[in-house]
DNA sequence: CGTAATTGTAAAAATATTGTCAAATGGGAG
DNA sequence: CTCCCATTTGACAATATTTTTACAATTACG
């Protein structure tokens, strides 16, 4: 099976349904001042309660003072960096999402926010729903935190999100890269009709957006591959009309 | 890969089911006449309905004349820039979702896109797919509708809008796309009459309009297949001269 | 009552969607 | 550069749904 591992964040960036939190606290952390406004802006429209900070130090000061439910973080700061911000904060709460703003030259290396902690980031020309798309994604891995148990079973297969290994039977069954973020996602939604829509831009992402008919392939793949009977499939159901839906 | 000029015809054969919303008007604001009717018609393919002007201070008075779903703005524009155009209409309007087309070196700082208010870009050249998958991403994000609930029950039915499953009497009905869009525009509405043009226009939309004939049917099997006795309906009531009136 | 308009109903006809396979594409490893 | 393999595309058949159509039943109303 191939590495994952990049196509695997790429999934993260879901923008999921029905899903906007109110009440949820933003803290912004930014020190151009037109940026901080338009973010400000950006995020109480979507129903988020926001709170800025323009320096590193003043940063983690008001994080103490009220912990936010995420943090959006510009690695360039006066005062003290954003990477020591990031460290400072994930030392004392590992499990506030921090989403990184940064430009291109700042996070050559995924390794280097793997080192601050952060769990996702936004590079330079961002767009607006991009990042919110980000926030979002990074709030729901927090909080319901059982929701993609790490093995998943159900009939004859068994599945190890960890590992990134199916078992049916017993037997590993080869899926590949696409394929398990495809059952991934679906797995993640069970018992939601998924339109062909959502999967392209959901699992595909936007960069590379194909055909429809590509998502009908993929679950002929995934049919064949875990269904007993693939040409009655018992997990992988179509609605016809409106998608696929997923149950265990 | 794609520049606008040819690759249009390819997302044409796309065929796009159930997901896209009727009756959704798009303006697109773009000067050059080339990639304005090809955008036309890349938009109207997919059944958008679509308005197009070639100048910012046109942009918006139409805008203003009618709004739309959404917009499509190139950021390059004679009279009035795209810029003023985003603002504008933003501070008016600011849930249109807009979606900005540009070349990169027109969003080279992070800070333009926010200030401006956009909630997504595509840089130039773009696939057209990309386009519309931003778009449609956009529209689904502002036109959810969180009025209806996940689950509601009457009489021996209980309907599961989130899962798109209908049970009576605890065991799945099984409903069409049609049907079951059908049904659920009579939950949001229940207890008031509803004529069939109503019905034609909100829950098949425009683009596609059959004679009203094609109401009676669908609310004929509605009953057959959620009515005690589907011969006297107690839910899904005849208006005479009027239309239908579901009570629950 | 009687008639015209409206609605109920089921089958046929027309469309649309999905399953499936083979061939084309494209990216990465060697 | 070439080969290999995942991915995507395109075609076509197989299904499923939607729409039309025709006619019977019902209703409104003089």
New interface residues.
């Given amino acids: 099976m191939g590495n994952l591992a990049t196509p695997l964040s790429a999934a993260r960036t879901m ?1 999921h ?2 899903e906007s939190k109110p009440n949820s606290r933003i803290l912004i952390v930014e020190d ?1 001042p ?2 901080q406004k ?2 400000r ?2 995020f109480e ?1 979507e129903g988020y309660s926001v709170e800025t900070q323009s320096d590193g130090r003043s940063a983690v000061e008001s994080f103490q003072a009220a912990t936010p439910a995420a943090i959006v973080l510009d690695l360039r700061l006066p005062r003290l960096s954003g990477r020591d911000v990031c460290k400072e904060i994930k030392a004392v709460a590992p499990t506030v999402p921090i989403i990184v ?1 940064s430009a291109t030259t700042d996070v050559s290396d995924k390794v280097l926010l793997l080192e601050l902690g952060a769990d996702d980031y936004v590079t ?7 990042l919110l798309a980000r926030v979002r994604a990074a709030l729901r891995h927090t909080s319901r935190t059982p929701e993609t148990p790490s093995v998943v079973t159900f009939g004859a297969i068994s599945a190890d999100f960890k590992k990134m290994e199916v078992k049916r039977d017993g037997k590993v069954v080869i899926l590949t890269a696409q394929e398990f973020k495809t059952f991934q996602f679906f797995v993640q939604n069970a ?3 998924i ?4 999967l ?2 959901e699992v595909w992402g ?2 590379n ?4 008919r590509t998502v009908d392939n993929h679950i002929l793949k995934l049919r064949q591959k875990l269904e007993n009977d693939p040409s009655s499939p018992v997990h992988f159901r179509t ?5 696929y ?1 997923f149950v265990r």
Same sequence: chains 1, 2.
């Fill in positions: 923008t349904p029905a151009d037109a940026v338009a973010l802006r950006l429209t703003l330079k020309p961002f767009s607006p729903r991009e018992d939601r009709v339109s062909r829509d959502e392209l831009n936007y960069q957006y194909p055909s429809t609605v016809h009309g409106m998608g839906k």
